[in-house]
T-cell receptor, first 114, second 116 residues
């Protein structure tokens, strides 16, 4: 079971780039890494997913080193509305197709200051 | 509109009184899951289901039951609720993709349960 570790909180200022790192030392071969954003009183919302190297979409980038034991979510030029809790999630399916447990980290509270 | 719905959204009950929280999705997703969220502990998976009649335990299954008789529904059952099950519960669904990957998980709005 892949356990994940993230910083509890981070502060940033508007317009800065923010990098949040998640550690997942015992990630399995078939596991993917997914990041979610959660606002108070709402369910988490998908941001980005990757397996290795770098993935980029319209809102974020995800960097995964070759050993895949960690991953970094990069948010370019954050705004006040990016204040939220960010979770990394590790999991996937076995080679036989059955599901592996999906394990969320404890989340990182990002606070963007004006 | 593609969505995951949960009912009820809020529930206050007493110890030992059986309850069911319903979860339904309209996206034809095979994978469904229940999580609980507690302050400082993030999201912890209770049970998950790969498809109809296929369920498995997550991190914290004790005190909970689930069933998956239809693809769209995945109810969470608390046979004898206790105060330590007071929490915020989320249901989610996803489409398993090729190569061991799970697609984006869509989360319901949450159910806030208080057990007195």
């Amino acid at each position: 079971l892949a356990k994940t570790t993230q910083p509890i909180s981070m502060d940033s200022y508007e317009g800065q780039e923010v990098n949040i790192t998640c550690s997942h030392n015992n990630i399995a071969t078939n596991d993917y890494i997914t990041w979610y954003q959660q606002f108070p009183s709402q369910g988490p919302r998908f941001i980005i997913q990757g397996y290795k190297t770098k993935v980029t979409n319209e809102v974020a980038s995800l960097f995964i080193p070759a050993d895949r034991k960690s991953s970094t979510l990069s948010l370019p030029r954050v705004s006040l509305s990016d204040t939220a809790v960010y979770y990394c999630l590790v999991g996937g399916r076995t080679s036989s197709g059955s599901a592996r447990q999906l394990t969320f980290g404890s989340g990182t509270q990002l606070t963007v200051l004006p | 509109e593609a969505q995951v719905t949960q009912n009820p959204r809020y529930l206050i009950t007493v110890t030992g009184k059986k309850l069911t929280v319903t979860c339904s999705q309209n996206m034809n997703h095979e994978y469904m899951s229940w999580y609980r969220q507690d302050p400082g502990l993030g999201l912890r998976q209770i049970y998950y289901s790969m498809n109809v009649e296929v369920t498995d335990k997550g991190d914290v299954p004790e005190g909970y039951k689930v069933s998956r008789k239809e693809k769209r529904n995945f109810p969470l059952i608390l046979e004898s609720p206790s105060p330590n099950q007071t929490s915020l519960y989320f249901c989610a669904s996803s489409l398993p993709l090729a190569g061991g990957r799970f697609g984006e998980q869509f989360f319901g709005p949450g159910t806030r349960l208080t057990v007195l």
